[in-house]
C-alpha cells in the first residue's frame, strides 16, 4: 500500500466527482458513492499505518517545475505521523457519513450534502500526506473552502450565511500569516520540501530572530484553522452547519489541520533560538484552553457549549507540543476525534428527536434516548479526564509535561480542565437528566432544517446509533494505546517527563470537583443557578458577550474599516475623479481657444507662418 498511498486522497475525490455530476441518481442519491469512497480511504489508511508500524516508510517524490536552474519537487510523505492522521480521519470521517444519512434525510440538497463531504475529505487527506509546503497550503486552502460551503449549507437562513462568511474570512487572516511564513523559508532555503527546509535550517541558510518569526508566521496559519486566540471567533458561529459537518470540522477535519501543521513543521519550531517559537505556541495553547472552557459555561445551546470545548482541547493539543510533549500532544488530537465526534453525533441525534439546540428546553432524554445517552455519557467522561477513559490517559499526559516545563502553564491547564468538567456537567444534567422541558412539537419544528424529528423524545434510527457505539469503544479504550503511541509517533530527541502518581491524582481530583460543582448547582440544586447569576452578574455578563471579543472586532475591523472604505471613496470620487475631469475641463477649455487658429482656411496658416518667421528674425536680430 505505501507506493500507492497517493491513491488514498483520489477515492473522495473521485466520489466527489461522481456525486456532483450524478447527483439523485446514484444509488442511495449519492450517499452510497461518498460512504465507499472515504470507507475505502479508511481501510488504506489502517493498512498504510500497519504498514508503517512494521517499518515501513516512503517520500513518493516528484518533479514539479524548474526555478533559476533548480528543480522543484513536490509529492507526498508516509511516515507514522501522516499515517495515523490518514487513518483517522478515514475512520472518523466514514462514520460520519454514515450518520449523515438518517440525519439529513428529507433535505432537499441530500446529495450536495455528500458531494461536499467528499470533498472535504480529499483536501484534509491530501494535506496530511503533503510532503511539501506547496501541497499543504493548497490543501489547506481546499479545506477552507469546504468549511464555507458546508457551514453554508443552509445558506437560506442568514445566521448560517454569516457564519459561513465569517469562518471564511477569519481563517483568511491566519492563512496570509501562514503564506508570508512559507514564502520566507523558501527564499532562504530555496525549496518547498520540509526535508529540505529543515537541512537548510540545520545548514545555518536561516536563522536567528528570523527563523522564529518565520515559525511564528506559519504558526499564524494553525491559530486560524484551530481557532486559537485570537482568532477563535469562527468556530462556535460555525454551528450553524449541519450537525454532521460540525462533527468532521471540529474532530477529523479543519481545525485538526493546525495541529497536524505544527507536528509536521516541528524541526521549524524546535531549532527556534531559545524555543522561543515554541513558548508562543505553548502559552498561546494553554490561554486558549482556560479562556474557551470559562464561555462554555454559560451557553445554552448544546452545540455551542461543545465547540468551546473544541476551542479549548485544540489549546491542550497546542499546550503539548510548546512543552515538548509531541506525541502526547498527537495522542490527544487523535483521541479527542473519536470523543469529540461522538459528542457531536451525540448532539446530532438529541437534536434530531428534540428539534431544539437549547439544552433548558431538553431534559429527561437518558430514559428516552438510552443509546445516545449513555454512548454520550462515556464522550463526556473521555473529555474531562477521567480514568479509564481515553482522554484521561491522554490529557494528563500534557498536563505533567507542563509541569515539568512551567508551572504557570500546568496551573492554566488544571484551571481549564477544572471548567471542562463543569460545563459538561452542566450540559449532561441539563440535557439527560430530570423530566423532560420542551414546548409542543409545533413549537419546536425547524431548528435546524425542518427534517428533525417533532419534538417528542425518542431514540433515533440504526443508521445514526450505530456509528455511536463504534465511537464510544473508541472514546472508551484508545486510551490504553497511549505507550505504543508514545512509541511509535516520537519526535528524535524530544522525550516525555516521567509519569507522577500524585500530579494524576490531583487532575482526578481536578475533573471529580468540576463534575461535583456543577452537579450541586445543576442537579442537586444546592446552590441554584439563579442565585449564583445574582451574586456573580459582572463576571456572568462578561462571559455572555465573549469577553466583548466580537464587539471589538465589529468596531475595529467593521466600523472603523467602514470608515476607511467612506475615505478611500471620497479620495477616489473627489481627488482621484478630480484631477481626471479637471484634465478634461482643460481640455475642453484648451480646444475652445485652439479653435479661433484653427479655421481650414490655407490663407490664414500662410498668415501665421509669415508672423512667426518675422517674429524669429526679430529675436535674431534683437540678440
Sequence with gaps: MTPYAWLIPLLPLLAFVLVIWRGDRLPGRGATISIAGIALAGLCGLALLGETAAGRRADLTYQWVVLGGRPLTVGFVVDPLSAVMTAMVGVVASLITIYSVGYMEGDPRFSRFFAYLSLFQFSMLFLVLADNFLFIYAGWELVGLCSYLLIGFWFERPAAARAALKAFVTTRVGDFSMMIGILILFLHTGTLSFTGVFHGIAAGRIGGPLLTLAAVLVFGGAVGKSAQIPLHVWLPDAMEGPTPVSAL???????????????????????????????????????????????????????????????????????????????????????????????????????????????????????????????????????????????????????LAAYAHDKTLWLLGAAGAFVTAFYMGRLTWYTFAGSYRGGSPAASQGAHGGAHGGGHPHESPRVMTVPLVILAAGAAGLGFLESPFDRYVRFPGVEAPASSA?????????????????????????????????????????????????????????????????????????????????????????????RFLQTGREENYLLLIFLGLVVIVVVRLVR
Excluded: C
Design 249 to 399: 470540522i471540529h474532530a477529523a477535519t479543519m481545525v485538526a489541520a493546525g495541529v497536524y501543521l505544527v507536528a509536521r513543521t516541528y524541526p521549524l519550531f524546535l531549532q527556534s533560538p531559545g524555543h522561543q517559537a515554541l513558548t508562543v505556541v505553548a502559552y498561546i495553547g494553554g490561554i486558549t484552553a482556560l479562556f474557551a472552557a470559562t464561555m462554555g459555561v454559560v451557553e445554552n445551546d448544546i452545540k455551542r457549549v461543545l465547540a468551546y470545548s473544541t476551542v479549548s482541547q485544540l489549546g491542550y493539543m497546542f499546550l503539548g507540543l510548546g512543552v515538548l510533549s509531541y506525541s502526547a500532544g498527537m495522542f490527544h488530537l487523535i483521541t479527542h476525534a473519536f470523543f469529540k465526534a461522538l459528542l457531536f453525533l451525540g448532539a446530532g441525534s438529541v437534536i434530531h428527536a428534540v428539534a431544539t439546540n437549547n439544552m433548558k428546553e431538553m431534559g429527561g432524554l437518558a430514559r428516552a434516548m438510552p443509546v445516545t445517552f449513555w454512548t454520550f455519557l462515556v464522550a463526556t467522561l473521555a473529555l474531562t479526564g477521567i480514568p479509564p477513559f481515553s482522554g484521561f490517559f491522554s490529557k494528563d499526559a500534557i498536563l
Design 502 to 594: 500524585p500530579l494524576l491524582v490531583v487532575s482526578v481530583l481536578v475533573a471529580l470537583a468540576g463534575w461535583a460543582a456543577a452537579g450541586a448547582i445543576y442537579y442537586w440544586r444546592i446552590l441554584p443557578s439563579a442565585v449564583l447569576r445574582r451574586y456573580l452578574r459582572a463576571p456572568y455578563t462578561l462571559l455572555v458577550h465573549k469577553y466583548y471579543v466580537d464587539d471589538l472586532y465589529g468596531w475595529v475591523f467593521l466600523r472603523a474599516g467602514g470608515l476607511v472604505v467612506l475615505l478611500a471613496g471620497a479620495f477616489d470620487r473627489y481627488v482621484v475623479d478630480g484631477i481626471v475631469n479637471a484634465v478634461g475641463w482643460l481640455t475642453g477649455r484648451l480646444g475652445w481657444a485652439l
